[in-house]
């Protein structure tokens, strides 16, 4: 859990960095926290489906394999930071210019990329692990892809909870929305392909 | 009668009496002896692991009401718990009628298919007892249920934050979906274990519960959001009609 904290930390400060120091911690805090929120809605669930699916891995188990998972993640993420720090000292302030909605995404594009290289990284570790323990290689194959599709669902609506994070041009630097509960991730993503479908 | 049904394809005995030691297969497919005794903490902690442990023991032992009574127990506190936390999404009445709904629906549409599940298990070559298949009932709805708990905080964190209750709808029918299709999997290997030879009957059954649990959520609605009235009995809709209609509604 001190590698979470510390690993996603150091990297979410430099992801908010580029909208100044007060985001910078803002998002140290977020990003921990999006992995720690993601892992007790699903402790249970996870536990469950380890069970169920014949893995042989229970609750505690599950909670560990999970935390080794983030961990790894947590510390790719820790030793990219400097790289993604000097990327951001290189980068124009959001406020500035008629470029800053180009520079805007470019920060994102970078940062997605990075976080998914880790993440899948991370994840490809852990199947390893999470099959050689389990009663079967099938069986932990089956509880892993289960684990992570959980994951993966609650922790895009944590996020979207837990928003702002690259703030975007135009909005104010604060640590959540005023309405952080008023809607769902996977509502804006309806709606957003609504629009584009009418475009 | 156990003693004498042979796995055609295995040449095994699928189903043994007490005291006599399972085959490699049995014990490689988990149906053997249940350690332990019929207590409410063990058949839940046997459910999740070793599951045809439990339908071993409703086959071999006598007088064994014991299990489908606290796999029904297991149902009912899991379901008001999935109920409690579905109703939150709407509170007022909603908070003590969702759970009431859910459970009461689940429980008379497993009591309606309980009939036809003894019949095509039969059809398909199971000479399992009555009290058995009531087990393989109750172990589904039982085990569906101990999934949708662990599925509770989940559908909390998307009813607080969504305003909308057709997504909460669907995502809960997705989640039923899910949880059901565990229950599923394990009748039929529990079939399979006691020497079920045909398993087309018991597919065809699986969707046919699927169906009428589905519909109950049309003639109990509405369980998700609000409305003036509790029930809406007597304006009779197929699910897919209600569901469609719903979705236009949003989407408009």
């Not at chain 1, 909208?19 to 996870?46: D, R």
């Not at chain 2, 649990?213 to 009235?229: F, N, W």
């Amino acid at each position: 859990m001190a590698l979470i904290a510390l690993g996603c930390g150091a990297y979410g400060f430099t992801v908010g960095l580029r909208n100044g120091w007060e985001m910078g911690a803002y998002v140290a805090v977020k990003l921990p926290l999006i992995i720690f929120i993601t892992l007790i809605v699903n402790g249970l669930l996870n536990g469950l489906l380890g069970l169920v699916l014949g893995s042989g891995i229970g609750f505690r188990k599950s909670v560990q394999f999970l935390l080794t998972g983030f961990a790894i993640m947590a510390v790719i993420l820790g030793a990219l930071s400097p790289i993604s720090f000097f990327a951001t000292l290189n980068m124009p302030s959001s406020g500035d210019g008629s470029g800053r909605f180009a520079w805007h995404g470019g920060s994102l594009l970078m940062h997605t990329c990075l976080i998914a290289f880790a993440g899948i990284t991370a994840h490809a570790r852990l199947l390893h692990y999470v099959r050689e323990f389990a009663d079967s290689s099938r069986a932990g194959t089956h509880a892993f892809f289960a684990w992570l599709a959980g994951n993966l669902f609650v922790g895009a609506q944590v996020s979207w909870n837990l928003r702002p994070f690259f703030v975007s041009p135009g909005l104010k630097v604060e640590f959540l929305r005023d309405d952080p509960f008023n809607g769902n991730f996977y509502e804006a993503v309806i709606v957003a392909l609504k629009n584009v479908s009418q475009i | 009668m156990n003693e004498n049904k042979l796995d055609s394809t295995t040449g095994t005995t699928g189903s043994l009496k007490g005291g006599i030691p399972p085959s490699i297969n049995d014990a490689q497919s988990g149906f053997v002896p249940m350690e332990g005794d019929a207590s409410f903490s063990n058949l839940l902690s046997k459910l999740l692991r070793k599951p045809l442990s439990i339908f071993h023991e409703l086959e071999t032992k006598e007088a064994l009401w014991k299990i489908p009574v606290t796999f029904i127990l297991i149902s009912v506190v899991s379901l008001t718990v999935f109920g409690l936390v579905v109703g939150t999404f709407s509170w007022g009445d909603q908070i003590w009628a969702a759970p009431l709904k859910i459970v009461s629906g689940l429980m008379f549409s497993a009591l309606i298919c309980l009939p036809s599940l003894y019949i095509f298990t039969c059809i398909g070559g199971l000479e399992a007892r009555f009290s058995t298949v009531v087990g393989m009932l109750c172990s589904i709805v039982a085990l569906s249920g101990l999934l949708l708990v662990g599925f509770a905080p989940v559908v909390w964190l998307f009813s607080v934050s969504s305003t909308s209750a057709v997504f909460i709808g669907f995502m809960l029918l997705a989640l039923w979906m899910i949880c059901v299709g565990f229950g599923f999997t394990l009748v039929f290997r529990a079939g399979k274990a006691m020497g079920m030879t045909n398993t087309g009957h018991l597919l065809v059954w699986c969707l046919i519960f699927l169906l009428v649990t589905v519909q109950m959520t049309t003639t109990l609605r509405p369980i998700v959001g609000e409305s003036d009235a509790l029930f809406n009995f007597e304006e009779k809709k197929f699910f897919l009609q209600y569901w469609s209609e719903e979705l236009q509604q949003a989407t408009d």
